[in-house]
């Protein structure tokens, strides 16, 4: 049995006045794909800066291939940041010089460039490309020293959908290079197609944990019958499931879809804006972490 | 401590081009002491902004003289050494000097209001019409003359004060610092690359605006050129010392901004950049000791116009060089990436 890339044991992380991180557990074996999922203000970022090194634990340890976290985890660790700047008057082509200088081993930057497709804005300041290329600038200085682990947190914020699924391709290759990615987003779209592996944080702990197909078999063994309300018929009938109102639209989740169908066509439903739908990640982090808004 | 060589050069080059291509901040950096310093150079160029002054010579414990020029809103103060008397003549401070004993008198060539205080002095002494004109020993010392060195010092002291503190505040708060903390580099190097280029970029700036000043408006150097190199790099090393031990920690630019200019403010008044620190209260010639501006332009002074070599104004250079010590140590010591 191959042994985690990283491992850590019972995290905990104060603020005054709020517990961020309260106890959390997580081995990332290698080659896989990790997404941290959860609400805002869950602790997602403040448990993956702990795992970066970044920021240190009030309690808990923290071991990459079995050794503390130390200056060979530094040179080994690929890290992009949720918010960060890069100096003024830099571009982009000096900022990878920059950051590879700072590694004993680096990777060969145009091979880099040109994975990240940087081509055509390599000689801009960094602080003048679009969000797009600056997500893919900063994809390219966390894998400039060639790392063993990546670490994402919420990577694709903020994106339109183009550069969103061109990150998500960027990604792909990366990890069929046999890199290791920790990836924290809210995107239940992200982490269904990028990760291998998803745990839900919330209120700094890890609610629920597994593949994603293991997580939604094990929580849900239903699907959804969605229609808006004012399709409903006269509601005389069972409709072989549980009724849940959302806005105004109403949810049946049901085990026989076949049943509940017929029960609407009996008690004279309109289908035409009916939608069938398996359970999806959105649906379970819905349901472990409730809908009131979050800050 | 770790310290590569190629990480501070990486810093250092970054730090450069980041100076030089932000068109604004240096065309500030060089611009400004260049207006201030021939502004200067036109608004005093006779004498200080005081009054007119003359020094008439008296013995010892006699505090009123006789106003020997009849004129009003004319100085007249007792002089009791005239050697000292007549190198504050040299500089412009005393406009004119008058011996009533000895019926002799001194004004500086350069100085028109040493020349309209001699035409009064002899249209005013009816009685004694026989004042002896006397040459001023050495050199004038224009007022710019003496005002240079402490442009340059004080020049110095923004641009490494606002120029380290200010960016490294910025990049702690914009998220650049922490970037960095995530790769192998150390603080220390960071901070060392900073300090580099700082100085580099100082010493470029410090000797174009010398330059300038000294070839267009003529200002003399007595003393050595290495001398004076050694004495402003030592100030530089300094100021920035001081600038990394304030933004060793903060996050706020509104905070830094604040104690840069608590610590800016007193240096301008007291260092001795406008008027002489001999002319503060005792208590704030104290105050004025301690700053480490005072030391690098009186040590500027004394060889840009006395011609002294480094090893008399070393009491200077040691207070520099403890200081820069002490305020390394500490910046390095408080710095957080966060």
Redo the contacts between chains.
Sequence with gaps: MTAPILEAEGLVKRFPGVVAVDGIDLALMPGTCLGLLGPNGAGKTTTVEML???LRPDAGSIRFRGAPLD?HF??R?G?Q?Q????????TVR?ALA??A????RAADLDELAQLCALGEFLDRYCNRVSGGQRQRLLLA?ALV?DPDIVFLDEPTTGLDPQSRRNFWDLVETIRARGKTVLLTTHYMEEAARLCSEVAIVDHGRIIAEGTPAELLSRHFGDSVVELPRADLGAGEVDLAGTRVDVGDRVEILTRDVRASLDALLRDGARLDRLRVRERTLEDLFLELTGRALRG | MRLSPRHVWSVFVARNREFVRDRSALVWTLGFPFVLVFGFAFAFSDGTPDRHTVGVVAPPGTEQVEPVTGLDHVDHVAVHDLEAALERVQRHRLHMLVDPASGRYWVSDDSPTGYLLERALHGAAVDNPDWQRETVPGESIRYVDWLLPGLLGMNMMFTALFGVGFVIVRYRKNGVLRRLSATPLTAFEFLCGQLGSRLVILLATTTILFLGSHLLLGIPVHGSYLALLVIYALGAVCLIALGLTIAARTASEELAGGLLNLLTWPMMILSGVWFSTESLHPWLQQVAAVLPLTHLIDAARAVMLDGVGLLAVSHHLIVLILTAGVFLALGARLFRWD
């Design positions: 970066e090194g970044v200056e530094r040179a660790a890290i940041f918010r960060t700047a890069l100096p003024d008057y830099m000096e920059m950051f200088s700072f590694y004993p200085i020293n």
